[in-house]
Antibody, heavy 123, light 111 residues
Framework: QVQLQESGPGLVKPSQTLSLTCTVS??????????CSWIRQRPGKGLEWIGY???????YYNPSLKSRLTISVDTSKNQFSLRLSSVTAADTAVYYC???????????????WGQGTLVTVSS | QSVLTQPPSMSAAPGQKVTISCSGS????????VSWYQQLPGTAPKLLIY???KRPSGIPDRFSGSKSGTSATLGITGLQTGDEADYYC????????????FGGGTKLTVL
C-alpha cells in the first residue's frame, strides 16, 4: 500500500515562496506510468490540479501556475517537492500530494493521496 | 468556474439510488478516461472509479461509473449515511491549456 505524507510550513507571508515536501513509502511506483503530483483545495472549494513530475524529473504544470511553480524529485529519499513563488492570499489552501497514473491515450487518475496540509498565506 | 460541470448538491434517502453527472467537452471527457473521487468531511479525496467504470480494490460494487460522449456519470445504489460526502470527477484536458481538470464537486446528503 502506497502512503504519502506532506510536510512544510503552515504559514507563509505574502510575496514569499511556499515550499512543501511529500514523502512516499510502500508499494511500487517504478512503472513509467506513475507520477508524483500535487493538488490543492482552497477553503470551501473544489480540487485544483497543480502539476506532476516523473521519477526521471520530467514535469508538467498547470498553465495558470506555471510561471510561479517548480516541482522537483529526490528519488534517493523517496521525496518530491513543490515550490510556489510570489504567493498571495489566493494560494491559501490544503495542499495534497498524490500518486498519479497517466498514460498516452487518455489514462489519468490519482490512486493514492496524502492526508493534506493546510498552508495559509498571511502576514 | 470548473472545466467539468457537476450539480453542486444532491440528496436522497438511505437505501435509494443516486446518479451524479459530470459534463465536459471533446477535449477532456470526450477523448480521455474519467475518474471519480469521494471526499468525506475533513479527509483527503479517495479514488472511487477510474478508467470510466473500474473500481479499485476495496470499493464496493454499490459504486459504478459510466461515460457517454462528453459526459460521465457516477452511480451509487443502496445509499448509506456513510456515503454522505463530496464527489468529484476528474480527467485530462488535451486542449490549449492542457492539464488535469476536475469538476466543481457534488455534495451528497443522505437524508
Amino acid at each position: 500500500q502506497v502512503q504519502l505524507q506532506e510536510s512544510g510550513p503552515g504559514l507563509v507571508k505574502p510575496s514569499q515562496t511556499l515550499s512543501l515536501t511529500c514523502t512516499v513509502s510502500g508499494g511500487s511506483s517504478s512503472s513509467g506510468n506513475y507520477y508524483c503530483s500535487w493538488i490543492r483545495q482552497r477553503p470551501g472549494k473544489g480540487l485544483e490540479w497543480i502539476g506532476y513530475i516523473s521519477h526521471s524529473g520530467g514535469t508538467y504544470y498547470n498553465p495558470s501556475l506555471k510561471s510561479r511553480l517548480t516541482i522537483s524529485v529526490d528519488t534517493s529519499k523517496n521525496q518530491f517537492s513543490l515550490r510556489l513563488s510570489s504567493v498571495t492570499a489566493a494560494d491559501t489552501a490544503v495542499y495534497y500530494c498524490a500518486r498519479l497514473y497517466s498514460k498516452a491515450g487518455g489514462w489519468f487518475y490519482f490512486d493514492f493521496w496524502g492526508q493534506g496540509t493546510l498552508v495559509t498565506v498571511s502576514s | 468556474q470548473s472545466v467539468l460541470t457537476q450539480p453542486p448538491s444532491m440528496s436522497a434517502a438511505p437505501g435509494q439510488k443516486v446518479t451524479i453527472s459530470c459534463s465536459g467537452s471533446s477535449s477532456n471527457i470526450g477523448n480521455n478516461y474519467v475518474s471519480w473521487y469521494q471526499q468525506l468531511p475533513g479527509t483527503a479525496p479517495k479514488l472511487l472509479i477510474y478508467d470510466n467504470n473500474k473500481r479499485p480494490s476495496g470499493i464496493p460494487d454499490r459504486f459504478s461509473g459510466s461515460k457517454s460522449g462528453t459526459s460521465a456519470t457516477l452511480g451509487i445504489t443502496g445509499l448509506q449515511t456513510g456515503d454522505e460526502a463530496d464527489y468529484y470527477c476528474g480527467t485530462w484536458d488535451s486542449g490549449l491549456s492542457a492539464g488535469g481538470v476536475f469538476g466543481g464537486g457534488t455534495k451528497l446528503t443522505v437524508l
